[in-house]
């Protein structure tokens, strides 16, 4: 999957249910998100991230759990590239 510009490979995110949406790359992800307050009904599979990012607050951002900006808040447009489509959002 492509985000924008960025070649993702992650397969699962966290999401805080508003804005927040944060790209588990590996398990250290996980532990390291872990001690704060994110838990398991926090991750959800990657092939849901479009829907949640087009539901999300308009402050939403996507990031590594490592903190590397994927799409900052207020952007403009986001691209979703998979095998199998191409989707663009307009915020």
Do not use: R
Request: aromatic share 14%; proline share 3%; glycine share 2%.
């Amino acid at each position: 999957m492509k985000i924008s510009n960025h070649k993702i490979k992650a397969k699962e995110f966290f999401y805080d249910g508003c804005h927040k949406i944060y790209l588990i790359e590996d398990e250290e992800d996980k532990k390291d998100f872990f001690y704060g307050y994110w838990n398991e009904n926090d991750i959800y599979p990657i092939e849901q991230i479009v829907d949640i990012y087009m539901n999300a607050c308009p402050l939403k951002f996507i990031q590594t759990c490592k903190l590397k900006t994927i799409v900052p808040q207020c952007v403009t447009q986001v691209t979703f590239t998979t095998d199998n489509e191409k989707i663009t959002i307009k915020n």
